[in-house]
């Protein structure tokens, strides 16, 4: 094999055709070796080559007649000082931080510490131990494909309808997905799943974390696996697990699924996690960036180098004040967008990437980096906006370009629904957009995503079904997850035969989905919700690889029932674009039609007045919506420009029906029955007289269809 200096760009293994070139950043080792293996379960290299040039810190060797499918990892020397930050131990081999595709699944092993095992101090001690068979291999990847005409989507965020999955979790138990593809990428590109997603109406999904990731100890020792995949170790790297054929077909297979949503109409958005990796606290593992520069790459403890800081309980923080670890991130990032060509991202606890020496900064690094990059500020931007380190909640302090997850609408919703005292205002101020809370940063409605339900938390048929978690198959006793869930089982906690409570539940369901679909903002559903899916009460699931977690496709006559409500929510948000747009209401009359633009409504037809927002007990309030037809707003297929569109949503959480007065609108029509959670009355029907009925615990929409 011939050996040549090589380049320091780019970073990671790069195959020309006629070799590789291997590159690598560490500032503080003393020498670098690249190790090449045959097998993924040998055991030691085949060669072991010293790399001899290093340029601005970056160790680069180039390697004749190394071909795609090559496996190999690196091996660091320097100091190992544990106490002053470093970590060196070339007897642990290392995951290349570039990687585009690792041999297989990590877990944990003994072996993989740098240290020996033992008492409290054990990380300061040194292991000698060779590490290379209990560590997964790196592997040269040929990056084409044959994209064809796949172009980026780019849906208008005021048509965007995300559905958040994963990608086991949603393919695994279909009946019409061959077996093979259960859990995979390609079983998510089959066209049982796209052809769901479509009628659903959803127009993107956004994967749970489908980078390479790590089975910690606690996991592995009761034979449990990371699931979710909340712990990264690979940000370039498509999961193993996930792929029919580990040895870097994933790739392909990762891009051939991307393709096939694509043509369907649906963007590819995955959720990612670079506040932390999974080579967990001090005494965890050695597997890639603590070998390769740990006092670099990760945010020590001031006070002692020894440790972390750590804002997401995993134990440690990448530590992006540092510009090489400030690329790592937007080189991953855009290396998703051009080379894998998904439409955005969704950023675990964000408020970790942009935090400076003194907390959360809304002008951090990060944030620049990424709205000036030419391809990153053509995706879509999301972020889960709080951390666990100290002043981590930031809902709507993230800049213009990004999106938000909206807890305040998840919680508002669930305790209007709950029958919670004093919701007025709060209800009225989610579902028109949360101006309150995205408006001062001058961002409109589409700031937020809006979701009663999340991979993390209950999910909708748990909702209502338990107000207790049940995580014991977790193995931690209960003790995790959130205890307090804004949730309510209406009378029995769990599965329950008693036909007035299974009745209540179905329309409770029914009420938290519309909630979602008619609010101002973009709506979020999480997999399977629309099919009544249970963890039974386990609301921290993410260890569990198993039906707990698994979308379970074979419906009773409620879970189609649902199903068919969820699709016709999302149609009729849908044709109601031009009134549920990004633009946040005005509250004055358009066009001098005499029709405010949003007016709320007491149950007898009466504009709502400042005392009657601090009414503790009422639980019923209309929603009246009114855009002009004008050139500048989307209009929905069924009504020209020019042509007014009205809609009056009834809301009533209360234990007993409320007779609501029907408003006058002054140009000529007729108030029609779009749909509602406790009627199966037919939809677009007219309405005789000048009130209807909302039954207890339910909600109604109704649109005015002019005559003139």
Not at 16 to 39: H, K, P, Q, R, Y
Request: charged share 25%.
């Amino acid at each position: 094999m011939g050996v040549s200096a090589g380049q320091p760009y780019p970073l990671g293994a790069a195959w020309d055709g006629a070799g590789a070139n291997f590159a690598i950043f560490s500032e503080n080792a003393t020498a670098v070796e690249l190790c090449l293996f045959d097998g993924p379960d040998d055991a030691e290299e085949s060669a072991r080559i010293p790399i001899t040039q290093c340029t601005d810190g970056v160790w680069h060797v180039y390697c004749a007649e190394v071909r795609p499918g090559q496996l190999y990892g690196y091996r660091v020397h320097g100091p190992y000082a544990p106490q002053e930050g470093n970590r060196f131990n070339p007897n642990k081999l290392l995951l290349d931080p570039y990687a585009k595709a690792v041999s297989s699944p990590a877990q944990w092993h003994e072996l993989q510490c740098g240290y020996v095992p033992g008492d409290e101090q054990e990380d300061l001690s040194f292991d000698s131990r060779n590490s290379a068979p209990v560590v997964p291999k790196s592997i040269v990847v040929d990056t084409a494909y044959a994209w064809g005409d796949d172009r980026p989507l780019r849906v208008p965020w005021d048509r965007t309808v995300i559905y958040e999955c994963h990608v086991k979790g949603l393919t695994a138990r279909h009946p019409d997905i061959p077996p093979h593809l259960h859990g995979t990428f390609a079983g998510l590109a089959s066209a049982p799943i796209i052809e769901h997603l479509a009628k659903l109406g959803v127009t993107a999904v956004e994967l749970l974390p489908v980078q390479q990731a790590f089975d910690e100890k606690p996991l592995v020792e009761q034979g449990l696996v990371n699931y979710w995949a909340y712990n990264t170790v690979g940000f370039f790297a498509p999961h193993a697990r996930y792929a029919t054929d580990t040895l870097g077909r994933q790739v392909h297979e990762f891009k051939s699924m991307v393709a096939a949503l694509h043509g369907a109409g649906i963007e590819v958005i995955l959720d990612v996690v670079y506040n932390h990796t999974g080579e967990g606290t001090h005494r965890g593992p050695t597997l890639c960036l603590r070998g390769i520069d740990n006092a670099v790459y990760y945010r020590l403890n001031r006070e002692d180098h020894r440790r972390y800081e750590d804002f997401s309980w995993c134990g440690n923080a990448l530590d992006l004040r540092h510009a090489r670890v400030l690329q790592l991130v937007l080189d991953s990032l855009r290396y998703w967008v051009q080379d894998m060509h998904v439409d955005g991202f969704r950023f675990d606890l964000t408020p970790a990437l942009a935090r400076g020496d003194d907390g959360f900064e809304r002008e951090h690094a990060f944030f620049a980096a990424v709205l000036q990059d030419p391809v990153l500020t053509q995706v879509k931007l999301i972020a889960e906006p709080w951390d666990l380190g100290p002043g981590g909640y930031q809902l709507g302090n993230f800049p213009r370009g990004w999106a938000e997850w909206n807890d305040r609408l998840r919680d508002g919703v669930r305790r209007f629904w709950r029958g919670d005292d004093h919701q007025l205002g709060e209800i009225a101020r989610r579902l028109s957009g949360s101006s309150d809370v995205f408006a001062p940063s001058g961002r409109d409605a589409c700031a937020g995503v809006n979701y009663v339900a999340a991979h993390d938390g209950f999910t909708l048929h748990d909702l209502v079904s338990y107000e207790q978690k049940h995580n014991e198959a977790n193995g931690e006793e209960n003790r995790d997850g959130y205890d307090d869930n804004i949730s309510c089982n209406w009378g029995v906690e769990g599965p329950t035969d008693q036909v007035e409570i299974v009745r209540l539940r179905e329309q409770m369901k029914r009420n938290l989905l519309a909630s979602v679909a008619f609010s101002l903002g973009i709506p979020m559903l999480s997999a399977g919700d629309e099919l009544g899916r249970t963890q039974q009460g386990n609301n921290n699931a993410y260890c569990q690889d198993n039906e707990i977690s698994w979308v379970n496709w074979e419906l009773d006559e409620s879970q189609t029932e649902l199903l068919a409500f969820a699709r016709r929510v999302l149609a009729v948000r849908r044709a109601k674009a031009d009134l549920l747009r990004c633009a946040f209401f005005r509250g004055d009359s358009e066009c001098g039609s005499g029709v405010k633009d949003l007016t709320w409504l007491r149950p007898n037809g009466a504009e709502m007045a400042e005392a009657d927002w601090g009414s503790a007990k009422q639980r019923a309030l209309g929603m009246l919506m009114h855009r002009h037809g004008s050139d500048e707003a989307p209009r929905s297929a069924s009504l020209p420009p020019g042509v007014p569109n009205t809609l009056l949503l009834l809301l009533n959480a209360g234990r007993r029906s409320c007779r609501f007065r029907l408003p006058v609108i002054p140009e000529p029509g007729r108030w029609l029955w779009v749909l509602g959670t406790a009627s199966d009355r037919a939809p677009a029907r007219a309405l005789r007289g000048q009130a209807v009925r909302v039954q207890a615990h339910s909600l109604v929409l109704l649109k005015y269809e002019p005559t003139a």
